[in-house]
């Protein structure tokens, strides 16, 4: 059985010595389940398909969930955790096992909290949107996500990053004639008009945007160019995927709206392909600010989407907390710091047992 109440970096090679991709996550679902039920007091818990959730009912002013995801991406020979010193290596030890091994920690070790908890430990974040667990329990017990705050364990360098950045992904298509190369006058190159998309993009000037003193910079990028037909003929179609990573203060309509001013004037048609909002940091309320303070009163953007976007639309104030570089996730050579892992059990602890403000 895992050890909770023991040491939170061994908590995390278990973790990660526990195969999980995205899909297969029924055994480590088995086992969290299992040691909560087994180790902690006062808390109910479900199982909901491979995500485990926990609540206390103490009656406390407010409630803080905690949340992290059990999947992890394929592992490339990473599996099992290894350790080098103060380094620990391994699939998901960024993203996100050490993140779960804190909160699952704290579960079994703040005896005297001042916050109810929530803990949501869910399946199927690294796939498709449509696979979310946390969808799934969004849509099937609403109840169990409403708290003062939330805090998502994805890896942050140990550092709040409050909000996300909303993403959307479009295509710009160009038209033409379709001709021999021999005769290429006879035709219209439709790859040779996507030259005035790129040269929007390449003069694009990204918008800065400060909220809550976070700072969040926009980006539109090309991802994608197709086109042509053959090597002897002059194509008729051309495309640019783009996408654009929006600050916070924008909807997602007001997003595409922006991308269409920004290729206004093109002969394009331009088709949105997916899209998904951003989450302000709602730092200023009273709940968040007090996780920002614990935290050394440092706080900066998150660039990236991530699942508190999910909190955000509840009306929930959410950031990422977690141990962990997210620079290495999903890498051959993922590893976390041991040393951020006990920060972050620290940090969370002094928040977790202080009286909220008012």
């Given amino acids: 059985m895992l050890d909770l109440r023991g040491d939170p970096v061994a908590l995390t090679a278990a973790l990660v010595d526990i195969a999980s991709e995205s899909r297969h996550e029924s055994r480590i679902a088995d086992e969290v389940e299992n040691a909560l039920r087994g180790q902690t007091t006062g808390f109910e818990i479900i199982r909901n398909g491979n995500a485990v959730l926990a609540r206390t009912h103490r009656g406390l002013p407010t409630r803080v969930l905690l949340a992290g995801h059990l999947d992890t991406v394929p592992a490339a020979d990473n599996v099992p955790s290894r350790r080098d010193g103060e380094i620990l290596h391994g699939c998901g030890t960024v993203d996100m096992k050490a993140g779960d091994a804190v909160f699952l920690h704290l579960a079994a070790t703040v005896a005297d909290p001042a916050h109810d908890l929530t803990l949501v430990f869910y399946d199927c974040e690294e796939i498709e949107a449509s696979a979310n667990g946390l969808g799934r329990i969004e849509q099937e017990l609403p109840q169990w996500l409403q708290a003062d705050v939330a805090i ?88 640019v995927t783009v996408n654009f990573r929006f600050a916070p203060d924008r909807t997602p309509a007001q997003a595409l709206d922006h991308v269409r001013a920004v290729f206004d004037g093109l002969d394009v048609t331009i088709e949105q392909t997916d899209a998904a909002a951003g989450a302000l940091p709602g730092l200023h309320e009273p709940a968040a600010a007090a996780l920002v303070r614990a935290a050394g009163g440092q706080a900066r953007a998150k660039y990236g989407w991530t699942d508190v976007a999910r909190f955000a639309a509840l009306g929930i104030p959410a950031v990422n907390y977690g141990p962990g570089d997210p620079n290495l996730a999903h890498r051959r050579d993922e590893h976390v710091h041991v040393g951020q892992i006990t920060a972050a059990v620290d940090v969370l602890r002094s928040y977790l047992t202080a009286a909220a403000p008012g």
Avoid: F, M
């Fill in 152 to 239: 998502l364990g994805e890896p942050s360098d140990g550092v709040i990053e409050a909000g996300c950045q909303g993403t959307l992904r479009v295509v710009v298509r160009t038209t033409g004639t379709r001709a021999h190369s021999a005769r290429s006058w006879l035709g219209d190159n439709a790859i040779h008009k996507l030259h005035g998309v790129l040269a929007r993009l390449s003069e694009y000037r990204a918008r800065d945007v400060d909220i809550d003193g976070c700072v969040y910079r926009e980006g539109l990028s090309a991802v994608r160019v197709d086109g042509g037909v053959a090597g002897n003929v002059i194509p008729d179609a051309g495309s």
